[in-house]
Antibody, heavy 119, light 107 residues
Framework: EVQVVESGGGLVQPGESLRLSCAAS????????MGWVRQAPGRGLEWVAN????????HYVDSVKGRFTISSDNAKNSLYLQMNSLRVEDTAVYYC????????????WGQGTLVTVSS | DIQMTQSPSTLSASVGDRVTITCRAS??????LAWYQQIPEKAPKLLIY???SLEGGVPSRFSGSESGTEFTLTISSLQPDDFATYYC?????????FGGGTKVEIK
């Protein structure tokens, strides 16, 4: 069974950093692009970042470029999101998601981890 | 960036009703559109990809169609499990973008 499980969320102050992790199982992690999608409280979905199978290609939404870094470790079947210089508007549930092998939609999602940025 | 506009934002319906949700892209995305269902406090679930291809395990009462830059998700006979929020997503190009969502409520 395909599973992706996020961890690492919490409460931080503006300007601080946080690292999210996503543990994947039930599929060959190194065969797939992976991504992060976030959802602010009471709002819709917003794509954040994608990474390819060997980490050589990464894409980000403009609002996080230069602050967030997506990475992965195929040996550990894990995806990460390093978030620096956090802002109040980064407050959201962050979902780890597996991208379809052929196209850029997401076929499996985790349950999400809540990041709250507040002073 | 490609803007995805969903309508309506909220829809009230009864069990057994036929429901239609529309998503309009700000430019051509060919058929590179997916639909997701999100039940409150749960992760989104893929329903349809490539505008009209049903994901495995998704009930056949869900269907998708397209006409130019307008895409439609139809639920032929609404069931209790279908009360949720639905999102479209274009995957034609980066940045990947989602519609604002359509909440299907019980009438």
């Amino acid at each position: 069974e395909v599973q992706v499980v996020e961890s690492g969320g919490g409460l931080v102050q503006p300007g601080e950093s946080l690292r999210l992790s996503c543990a994947a199982s039930g599929f060959t992690f190194s065969d797939y692009w992976m991504g992060w999608v976030r959802q602010a409280p009471g709002r819709g979905l917003e794509w954040v970042a994608n990474i390819n199978q060997d980490g050589s290609e990464k894409h980000y939404v403009d609002s996080v470029k230069g602050r967030f870094t997506i990475s992965s470790d195929n040996a550990k079947n894990s995806l990460y999101l390093q978030m620096n210089s956090l802002r109040v508007e980064d407050t959201a549930v962050y979902y780890c998601a597996r991208r379809s092998q052929l196209y850029k939609f997401f076929d499996y999602w985790g349950q999400g981890t809540l990041v709250t940025v507040s002073s | 960036d490609i803007q995805m506009t969903q309508s309506p934002s909220t829809l009230s319906a009864s069990v057994g009703d036929r429901v239609t949700i529309t998503c309009r892209a700000s430019q051509s995305i060919d058929s590179w559109l997916a639909w997701y269902q999100q039940i409150p406090e749960k992760a989104p679930k893929l329903l349809i990809y490539k505008a009209s291809s049903l994901e495995g395990g998704v009930p056949s009462r869900f269907s998708g169609s397209e006409s130019g830059t307008e895409f439609t998700l139809t639920i032929s006979s609404l069931q209790p499990d279908d009360f949720a929020t639905y999102y479209c997503q274009q995957y034609y190009t980066y940045p990947l973008t989602f519609g604002g969502g359509t909440k299907v409520e019980i009438k």
